[in-house]
Every structure is written in C-alpha cells, then in structure tokens.
C-alpha cells in the first residue's frame, strides 16, 4: 500500500510560481514512477510530469515543458513540482499518482489533490 498526500497549492498571479509536494509513505522501485496529473473543471485528468525514484527518468507535457522541474527529495520521500510563469490555463486540482506512463489509468495510488489557481 502507497499513501501519497499532495501540498502547496494555492492562489497565484499569472507569471507567478509555486512549489507541490508530494509526500510518499513508501520510495518504491524504478520500475514506477510519481507522476503528477492536473484537472480542471470539467475537463479529464491530464499528465504534467513523471519521475522515478533515481531521477534517471523524467517526462513532461510539452505545455509545461521550459517552465515546470519535477525532483525528488530522498531524505524526505518527497516528489516535488517546481512550476513557474504560470498561466491561467495552468489552473486546477493538481493529484501526484505513482505508476506508468502518461495515462491516468495505468496508475493505481493517487493522493487527494491540491488546488492551484492562477489569476490572469
């Protein structure tokens, strides 16, 4: 069982930055990786990145590509998303998952999500 639970969400302006966290009970193989997923209303659950563990894999969606870093902190279990020149289209529940891939559905622990809004 992985418990993963998301932090740093919050109200920006556009050009602004902001930093999630995803805290994982559990650093499990590279054969997984932590990816992060972001939903706004109305709208499916998009990838935004994915890492494993070792930081030897990484993948990002090309609209956040140049502006957005994923890392991991292994003293404290952590993935983290460094997002910055935020955009109003960058506004939405943003989840951290741990699977494969791109798609949603191959991952299978999600955390409860955290809202990030962007004012334009």
């Known amino acids: 069982q992985v418990q993963l639970v998301e932090s740093g969400g919050g109200l920006v302006q556009a050009g602004g930055s902001l930093r999630l966290s995803c805290a994982a009970s559990?650093?499990?193989?590279?054969?997984?990786?932590v990816g992060w997923f972001r939903q706004a209303p109305g709208k499916e659950r998009d990838f935004v990145a994915a890492?494993?563990?070792?930081?030897?894999?990484?993948d990002y969606a090309d609209s956040v590509k140049d502006r957005f870093t994923i890392s991991t902190d292994k003293a404290k279990n952590t993935v983290d998303l460094q997002m910055n020149i935020l955009k109003p289209e960058d506004t939405g529940v943003y989840y951290c998952?741990?699977?494969?891939?791109?798609?949603?559905?191959?991952?299978?622990?999600w955390g409860q999500g955290t809202q990030v809004t962007v004012s334009s």
């Open positions: 559990v650093r499990t193989s590279n054969f997984y990786v």
């Open positions: 998952a741990r699977g494969n891939g791109r798609d949603a559905s191959r991952y299978n622990y």
């Open positions: 890492i494993n563990w070792s930081g030897t894999l990484i």
